[in-house]
């Protein structure tokens, strides 16, 4: 079968599920709003917020409703940048305006927030941009001028009743913190993996016996789950800071940042060692004869065709590792660490939705940032063939 007609029925059927999710999110509580970040909710309807918010939030699932019908491709991709646009944009607008209504009479501390129906809703417009095999100029544009749009409407002032960035202003210089805290715990534990993990990686290569003792620990490790052994850690820790003050002092005992640092370069170095591994064994043995063939020394083979050919693997094994370990340092608060999960579980401790989705929305952009960089850099490193067979 054709490959374009398959790709029509692929996009044919994102596009219903983008559909079904925008209705499903009219039938859900759109809007909530609190006299204070503890109180009881009141929610309100997409159909409850009036005729302008509806048409509003309608204009993206009709725009992308009338693309599916256009045969001319380029014209149906520029309605997807278009509902995509309207699909960011729109819910901001409503939340804003419907938002300050809704809390403008209860009192000083009321505040509003998503609801639901707005998480749906935002999630058929993340299916608008996952379409796209590769997001266009256009794309970049249009998503630029909406952020343009709503740091604007931040600043005079149209979401100062929104309860995350309430929870922000509330936190001060403390959410800067908790930020960096995260990025240290994450860096440092990181490089602790990529030290081990890559010497690991090569003798694995090497040796034989040390493949086959490496591997099936590393499987056994992943098993664990991570609560468990960040409380498995606290123990030994707290019996060797004991034995040993001066570990004590160098911050390594039974609670804190040291045995989530611990916990999360076991983690990482899994993905560390199996792309390492994965990368040299992957390498063509002609291209090693070759080299041999024309008198490299065994030295100069690892320096001129390993290692620059297993690079980009070695490199998309450290952006998995970090990926994780963003997420995984979420639960270094559970031992008296630092960093965004203090925000997570500080507000689930509280009841304090806003926190909670506050911490997560912090932890979801740093993830997706560090990734987008970690990208760039591994095209760097990605020799120009291989792009050119990418495209």
Not at 56 to 80: D, E, M
Not at 130 to 155: E, N
Not at 196 to 225: C, E, S, Y
Not at 265 to 284: C, E, F, V
């Amino acid at each position: 079968m054709n490959r374009n007609i398959l790709q029509r029925r692929a996009l044919d059927k994102q596009v219903a599920f983008a559909l079904f999710l925008f209705l499903v999110s009219f039938t859900l509580p759109f809007l909530q709003s609190r006299e204070n970040r503890i109180s009881e909710e009141f929610t309100v309807s997409a159909f409850s917020l009036g005729i302008g918010p509806i048409l509003l939030l309608l204009l993206a699932p009709l725009v992308i409703l009338t693309s599916a019908f256009i045969p001319n491709r380029k014209r149906a991709a520029l309605l997807s940048t278009v509902a995509a646009a309207f699909g960011i944009f729109s819910p901001l607008l409503v939340l804003s305006i419907v938002g300050n209504a809704l809390v403008a009479d209860l009192g000083a501390f009321a505040r509003y927030s998503p609801a639901s129906g707005m998480y749906v809703y935002l999630a058929a417009v993340s299916i608008l941009y996952l379409m796209k095999q590769k997001a266009q100029s256009r794309d970049k544009v249009a998503l630029f001028l909406v952020m343009l749009l709503a740091i604007g409407m931040g600043f005079i002032g149209m979401f100062d009743r929104l309860g995350i960035l309430l929870e922000a202003r509330n936190l001060g210089t403390r959410l800067w913190r908790e930020i960096l805290a995260h990025v240290r715990i994450t860096g440092v534990s990181l490089l602790i993996s990529m030290v081990i993990g890559i010497p690991i990686a090569f003798l694995a290569f090497i040796n034989k016996a040390v493949r086959r003792v490496v591997f099936p620990i590393l499987n056994v490790l992943q098993t664990i789950p991570g609560i468990a052994l960040f409380g498995l850690l606290i123990a030994p820790l707290a019996a060797l800071s004991m034995a040993f003050p001066v570990l004590r002092e160098w911050g390594i005992q039974g609670i804190g940042n040291a045995p989530a640092i611990i916990a999360l370069s076991m983690y990482a170095l899994y993905p560390i060692i199996r792309y390492t591994y994965t990368s040299l064994s992957g390498i063509d043995e002609q291209v090693v004869l070759a080299a041999k063939g024309m008198g490299m020394n065994s030295t100069q083979i690892w320096k001129i065709v390993r290692l620059p050919l297993a690079t980009v693997g070695i490199l998309h094994g450290i952006r998995v590792a970090l990926v994780q370990t963003l997420g995984n340092a979420t639960l270094a608060k559970l031992i008296g660490g630092d960093g965004l999960g203090v925000l997570v579980f500080e507000g689930l401790g509280q009841a304090s939705v806003d926190m909670v989705l506050l911490g997560m929305l912090l932890i979801i952009a740093l993830t997706v940032i560090s990734d987008r960089l970690f990208q760039f850099l591994i095209n760097v490193f990605t020799p120009a063939s291989l792009i050119r067979e990418e495209r």
